[in-house]
T-cell receptor
Framework: KNEVEQSPQNLTAQEGEFITINCSYS?????LHWLQQHPGGGIVSLFM???GKKKHGRLIATINIQEKHSSLHITASHPRDSAVYIC?????????????FGKGTHLIIQP | EPEVTQTPSHQVTQMGQEVILRCVPI?????FYWYRQILGQKVEFLVS????????KSEIFDDQFSVERPDGSNFTLKIRSTKLEDSAMYFC??????????????FGSGTRLTVV
């Protein structure tokens, strides 16, 4: 059974700090998502990646397929980055398989 | 930017009643999904739907649940006889192609179902 583990579960940092959130998964995957969930509950897809690195604004996501590990980095963090960040993966194979979600990292950026 | 629209945003129902949660996926998307998130827990996969039939379903998606795409635009999740433990946020998502083809998901904003 695929397990997706995230760390840390909770993270509080000061505005401007560099943030790293880690994600590990147990079985081979096709792609991994990083998602953002705001207090109202809505989920926004930030990245989907299957190799290497992607960057969007102040967000950077990396993945190491051999080590089954991915990281999400936030540079120059801001209070509006406060949210729950979730990684979710999809395993190799055909079909419209659903995502397996981690429990999320609750990030608070203090001014 | 195209959106996945879910209605209602919040529904309260009595235990044992049937509920239908509605979703309008992005128009050119082909793959549709329902997920749920019980308060304080992680998001869980319920079912995926492609070409007018269920593609995959999880253990959670038992005989009390059903999905359909009645008119080519709406995608619905029906819970036949709600239980207290069905209280959760239900998310609809759609994708243009298989995730393995590197197209991402778009999620709806969710329907919060409260069973009393």
């Amino acid at each position: 059974k695929n397990e997706v583990e995230q760390s840390p579960q909770n993270l509080t940092a000061q505005e401007g700090e560099f943030i790293t959130i880690n994600c590990s998964y147990s079985v081979g995957i096709s792609a991994l998502h990083w998602l953002q969930q705001h207090p109202g509950g809505g989920i926004v897809s930030l990245f989907m990646l299957s190799s290497g690195k992607k960057k969007h604004g102040r967000l950077i996501a990396t993945i190491n397929i051999q080590e089954k590990h991915s990281s999400l980095h936030i540079t120059a963090s801001h209070p509006r980055d406060s949210a729950v960040y979730i990684c979710a993966d999809i395993q190799r194979g055909g079909g419209a398989d659903g995502l397996t979600f981690g429990k999320g990292t609750h990030l608070i950026i203090q001014p | 930017e195209p959106e996945v629209t879910q209605t209602p945003s919040h529904q309260v129902t009595q235990m044992g009643q049937e509920v239908i949660l509605r979703c309008v996926p992005i128009s050119n998307h082909l793959y549709f999904y329902w997920y749920r998130q019980i308060l304080g827990q992680k998001v869980e996969f319920l079912v995926s739907f492609y070409n007018n039939e269920i593609s995959e379903k999880s253990e959670i998606f038992d005989d009390q649940f059903s999905v359909e795409r009645p008119d080519g635009s709406n995608f619905t999740l029906k819970i036949r006889s709600t239980k207290l433990e069905d209280s959760a946020m239900y998310f609809c998502a759609s994708s243009e192609a298989l995730v393995q083809s590197y197209y991402g998901y778009t999620f709806g904003s969710g329907t919060r179902l409260t069973v009393v």
